[in-house]
């Protein structure tokens, strides 16, 4: 494995993109790497596994800003683990918020559906429902 990656390296290694890696370090979650002669940025590994860090938080849903928090935590391991914590309980707490307003539009879809008549559009149910958010079962969805 090399030791100094390029920023394509990095993306192809990493599957973040190029502008993607860009905008990291523009809003300082990745530190700005070093430079070539000829201004070409190159990484190393801890740079890549924070990107990996990042990319992976990304995927969890967890905003940038508690990226931020917990790449700080990261770098100082010696501290308790309570901030964290905390940032993946809210992160959790969103997530179940997500899901209840998703199982309601489920069920709200199924209604749509099975009250479905199958005839003219005149009479679709579902075209009743969104041309009139008071026939819907839920206030949010």
Not at 37 to 42: E, T, V
């Amino acid at each position: 494995m090399k030791s100094e990656l390029t920023i394509g390296d990095v993306a192809r290694e990493s599957g973040v993109k190029v502008p993607t890696i860009r905008y990291y370090e523009q809003i300082g979650l990745l530190p700005e790497p070093p430079r070539t002669d000829g201004n070409r940025r190159f990484y190393d590994q801890k740079g890549l596994r924070r990107l990996a860090f990042i990319r992976h938080a990304r995927e969890l849903g967890f905003e940038v800003s508690a990226i931020r928090t917990l790449l700080a935590l990261q770098d100082d391991p010696a501290q308790p683990c309570a901030t964290a914590d905390a940032i993946a309980k809210a992160r959790l707490v969103e997530v179940e918020q997500r899901i209840a307003s998703l199982m309601a539009l489920k069920a709200e879809l199924e209604v749509m559906v099975e009250e479905c008549r199958h005839g003219r559009l005149a009479e679709c149910r579902v075209i009743e429902v969104l041309a009139d958010h008071g026939k819907c079962m839920h206030d949010h969805h």
